[in-house]
């Protein structure tokens, strides 16, 4: 397939986003319409803690990469968008601070001991990608901030109407997102659409975008949040929690680990692509 202008490539890349973006996988929907219980909902948002928690360390090792400082500068923000400028500040924290408004304990959640084996293989997978591929193809893949701000409305407009334990405050991630994940968009958009300067590189940032089945389709790991897609969609097996004399937070049960196989763990790592979910 030949993509003969950027303007072609811009449009090709938002038919796939419209078909493979994962507002259209069924978690998306199940949370979106109150489906989910509560400790599903604790353990989407721990394992996507991991995730936030890796994207300063990704677009570090992107910028690590860029030769001009003015790009440097501007894609910096994305780390202070994410870090803070101090503590108490930034995405990650928010993202802590959901999932505590959830009732998970901090410490928990640092740990990372309930983060699935697949959502670690998906996203250090992304943050591979990114160290090691091009700089145009590291670039492209943010690209799926194009499609955000429309899944993050869906998501926080149902979850406030459908879960009586979330509240606005709880989802001050999202709030923030919905203005910062256009900017991004726009200016690596911009980028690809400028570097990719041939009809060999346009098409390599299609066939990018293209390496895996839609998400609508039953063996879909594409454009997921990073999650198991088996796991959550099924309430875990776990040990009741030990009691002590201080009441603690709800933890989430256990995803079921027994039976995880390579193909749910997002298939081999070249295929690690495009996890992102901001």
Same mark, same amino acid.
């Given at each position: 397939?030949? %993509?003969? /202008?950027?303007?072609?490539?811009?449009?090709?890349?938002?038919?796939?986003?419209?078909?493979?973006?994962? !507002?259209?996988?069924?978690?998306?929907? #199940?949370?979106?319409?109150?489906?989910?219980?509560?400790?599903?909902?604790?353990?989407?948002?721990?394992?996507?803690?991991?995730?936030? +928690?890796?994207?300063?360390?990704? *677009?570090?090792?992107?910028? +690590?990469?860029?030769?001009?400082?003015?790009? $440097?500068?501007?894609?910096?923000?994305?780390?202070?968008?994410? !870090?803070? &400028?101090?503590?108490?500040?930034?995405? %990650?924290?928010?993202?802590?601070? #959901?999932?505590?408004? =959830?009732?998970?304990?901090?410490?928990?959640? =640092?740990?990372?001991?309930?983060?699935?084996?697949? &959502?670690?293989?998906?996203?250090?997978?992304?943050?591979?990608?990114?160290?090691? $591929?091009?700089?145009?193809?590291?670039?492209?893949?943010?690209?799926?901030?194009?499609?955000?701000?429309?899944?993050?409305?869906?998501?926080?407009?149902?979850?406030?109407?459908?879960?009586?334990?979330?509240?606005? *405050?709880? =989802?001050?991630?999202?709030?923030?997102?919905?203005?910062?994940?256009?900017? *991004?968009? @726009?200016?690596?958009?911009?980028?690809?659409?400028?570097?990719?300067?041939?009809?060999? =590189?346009? @098409?390599?940032?299609?066939? #990018?975008?293209?390496?895996?089945?839609?998400?609508?389709?039953?063996? /879909?790991? $594409?454009? &997921?949040?990073?999650?198991?897609?088996?796991?959550?969609?099924? $309430?875990?097996?776990?040990?009741?929690?030990? %009691?002590?004399?201080?009441?603690?937070? *709800?933890?989430?049960?256990? #995803?079921?680990?027994?039976?995880? &196989?390579?193909?749910?763990?997002?298939?081999?790592?070249?295929?690690?692509?495009?996890?992102?979910?901001?």
């Amino acid at each position: 397939m030949s %993509i003969d /202008s950027p303007e072609a490539l811009e449009k090709c890349l938002r038919q796939i986003g419209a078909e493979r973006y994962h !507002d259209q996988h069924p978690f998306h929907a #199940l949370m979106r319409d109150g489906k989910l219980d509560k400790g599903q909902i604790q353990a989407w948002a721990v394992n996507r803690y991991y995730y936030q +928690s890796r994207i300063p360390i990704k *677009d570090s090792a992107l910028m +690590s990469r860029i030769i001009d400082a003015d790009m $440097r500068r501007v894609w910096s923000q994305r780390v202070v968008d994410h !870090d803070g &400028t101090r503590e108490g500040q930034g995405g %990650i924290y928010k993202w802590i601070h #959901l999932c505590e408004r =959830l009732g998970l304990e901090r410490d928990y959640i =640092l740990s990372e001991e309930g983060v699935l084996p697949a &959502t670690r293989f998906a996203v250090d997978a992304y943050v591979n990608f990114v160290r090691e $591929r091009s700089l145009l193809e590291a670039i492209a893949s943010s690209l799926t901030e194009l499609f955000s701000p429309t899944i993050i409305a869906e998501r926080a407009s149902g979850m406030l109407a459908q879960y009586e334990f979330i509240d606005e *405050d709880a =989802l001050s991630y999202f709030k923030a997102r919905l203005t910062q994940a256009p900017r *991004d968009a @726009d200016f690596a958009l911009d980028y690809v659409k400028t570097n990719a300067t041939t009809p060999e =590189l346009r @098409d390599a940032v299609r066939r #990018l975008w293209c390496s895996r089945p839609t998400s609508s389709g039953p063996s /879909s790991t $594409r454009f &997921t949040s990073p999650m198991c897609r088996r796991s959550c969609l099924r $309430r875990a097996r776990s040990s009741p929690p030990k %009691i002590s004399a201080k009441p603690q937070p *709800d933890r989430p049960p256990r #995803l079921a680990r027994a039976g995880l &196989t390579r193909d749910e763990a997002g298939g081999d790592p070249s295929q690690g692509r495009l996890r992102q979910a901001r």
